[in-house]
């Protein structure tokens, strides 16, 4: 009786001892950071992800054994991207608490990823890999890790974004198709999901990067500043060094404006002001310009920033 109470008493104090164990660990998980980071930021060739507070000090670092292809900023959540292209490793992505700073979810990819958005617990992502039917574009539930919807598209998908509870893409087709490059508005069906173009004009390239406010649609597209056009895009100047301005409601293209800088390659806004950034032929790197709109014409250009970087709504992301 003496051995089963003393067994028993070993089994009791073992779990009491596991038990603080994890408390510790997850009250060191959920344990905010002293500082609020206000910025976060590819580093070290991409194989570490650091958050910063608004004087640009590091409050912490994640690292990657291999490389982070690109990270948003969702909520409280920063979703970073790990191809696997490196040191065969498989596509992954680490889904990281902003205030605490560590990973709460890894979740497997089942192909190589290109882009994504973040919608309501749902990653939209497209694939860079080529099969005989397309390219893949699939919807990932967050809570369970499983591909919910799979299906493909008929060329590569470069931007993916959200406004009001909707996803919109960019495909390029590239050539003679009857589906022409454009901006597409995804509608989700029971069993499929459906593409359906936002510009009701026949444009033959899609933009490089866009954004929505106020139900307005601003397309910046880079273009062909320099080196060859392609002999089946028939007006190469309307998609070079270009700002469109296109009503989301009917399709109806507003304005179009020639950018005075080549090269434009990322588009966001804050506030009442689009801001750019123009990859420069010196180091390829890129320099930031606001545009202030009023009535859809531009009404002034300044120079803002750090050329290292390039502002994204509440994340940095670094160019070297």
């Given at each position: 009786m003496k051995k089963i109470m003393i067994f028993i008493y070993c089994i009791c104090l073992f779990l009491m001892v596991g038990c603080e164990k994890l408390k510790e660990t997850v009250s060191r998980n959920d344990t905010k950071l002293k500082v609020n980071p206000a910025f976060v930021a590819l580093a070290d060739g991409d194989s570490?992800?650091?958050?910063?507070d608004k004087k640009m000090n590091i409050v912490k670092e994640i690292e990657n054994k291999n490389k982070f292809q690109s990270f948003s900023i969702e909520g409280n959540r920063v979703y970073a991207i790990d191809d696997g292209t490196y040191m065969g490793t498989k596509p992954s992505m680490l889904i990281i608490n902003l205030s605490s700073g560590h990973v709460e979810k890894k979740l497997k990819l089942p192909h190589v990823p290109s882009s994504y958005a973040?919608?309501?617990?749902?990653?939209?992502?497209?694939?860079?890999?080529?099969?005989r039917e397309g390219m893949p574009f699939f919807?990932?539930?967050?809570?369970?890790?499983?591909?919910?919807?799979?299906?493909?598209?008929?060329?590569?998908?470069?931007?993916?974004?959200?406004?009001?509870?909707?996803?919109?893409i960019t495909i390029n087709s590239g050539g003679?198709?009857?589906?022409?490059?454009?901006?597409?508005?995804?509608?989700?069906?029971?069993?499929?999901?459906?593409?359906?173009?936002?510009?009701?004009?026949n444009i033959e390239l899609p933009p490089s990067d866009?954004?929505?406010?106020?139900?307005?649609?601003?397309?910046v597209f880079t273009g062909f500043s320099y080196g060859p056009r392609p002999e089946w895009v028939k007006n190469p100047e309307r998609y070079t060094n270009k700002l469109m301005v296109v009503d989301l409601n009917n399709g109806q293209i507003i304005s179009e404006?020639?950018?005075?800088?080549?090269?434009?390659?990322?588009?966001?806004?804050?506030?009442?002001?689009?801001?750019?950034?123009?990859?420069t032929l010196t180091g390829l790197k890129e320099r930031i310009f606001y545009f202030v709109f009023q009535n859809n014409f531009l009404t002034n250009?300044?120079?803002?920033?750090?050329?290292?970087?390039?502002i994204a709504g509440r994340s940095v992301s670094r160019y070297t």
């Open positions: 570490k992800l650091i958050f910063l973040v919608l309501k617990q749902k990653v939209y992502m497209a694939s860079s890999e080529i099969f919807v990932v539930n967050v809570s369970s890790g499983k591909v919910e919807k799979l299906t493909f598209t008929s060329g590569m998908v470069s931007t993916i974004k959200h406004y009001k509870n909707e996803i919109f003679k198709s009857s589906e022409h490059s454009n901006v597409y508005r995804i509608q989700i069906n029971d069993a499929s999901l459906s593409f359906h173009p936002v510009i009701k004009d866009f954004v929505i406010e106020d139900n307005k649609m601003y397309c404006k020639k950018l005075s800088k080549p090269f434009p390659q990322k588009i966001i806004n804050i506030g009442n002001k689009l801001y750019l950034t123009f990859r250009t300044t120079s803002d920033g750090n050329p290292f970087f390039t």
